[in-house]
């Protein structure tokens, strides 16, 4: 009966020993599974790195698994198969500076004209004048019916003077002298209306568009009183001189009662 026990007591124990068997093992088993499949993985990867590098299956040797030799030809292939990264070429001084560059040029094409300053266009009415400059003979020779400005005395007439300006072409048209560069004047001649001065030849140097401005006086003690104005353009002298009356523009107000105030003078090229 002892020794039916004891046997009974070891057929339960085996009993429960072989589950715990049959589980182990399947484990084991799962566990060599991804181990072949790792192997499997590894062989088709050195065939495709064979193949890659261009060698034939004939010449292809089978390295163990693990080995160094493994690696190597599995980095081969991922090398072979991942596209090349695109490579910047390095920055040198040329490359560096062609923006600026460039920038810069177009902004010198863009750049709008400078416009002239002030100075400037004188400099260059002045140069303009100067190529068109006139040297000229001017003398005033005489005068006729020109108005009294001294009433206060029975008999007292006026005392004239003749001066002579330029007045530049754009100021032509105004009546106002304030303008005029004075040249020069005549002497006074007193208390006459038809005075004669014949006076020298004096040297006028002005441009062709200028004009001469004659203006007659009456000169009294520390005044004078305009007697009339007339005006010859300088271009006057430019083919043929000069000389003739020119009809006195009388000031405002002041009318003459016999003919109209007359001026001689000659004008010519020097």
Known sequence: AAVAAVAADEGSEAKDQAPEDAQERPEAQSADVPDLVKSTEKQRDAFRAAAAAGRSEDDKVEAPEGSATEEAVAAAAAAAEAPAPATAAPATENSLATPSVASEAKA??????????????????AADE???????KVSVKRANNLINRDTLLPGDLSDPLCSVAVRKAKDNEKVDASADKHLYSTKTLQNTLDPVWDDAE???????????????WDKDLGSK???????????????????????L??????????????????MKRA
């Open 249 to 266: 523009v009388l000031p405002a107000g002041k009318t003459s009662k016999g003919p109209p105030s007359t001026l001689n003078v000659a």
């Open 202 to 216: 004096r040297d006028v140097s002005c441009s062709e568009a200028d004009s001469l401005v004659f203006s007659v």
């Open 108 to 125: 010198e094409v863009a750049a709008p004209p400078a416009e002239p300053t002030k100075e400037a266009e004188k400099q260059q009415e």
């Open 225 to 247: 009183e305009l007697l009339g104005r007339a005006l010859l353009p300088a271009s006057k002298a430019l083919e043929n001189a000069f000389e003739g009356d020119l009809e």
């Open 130 to 136: 100067k190529e068109k400059l006139l040297m000229l």
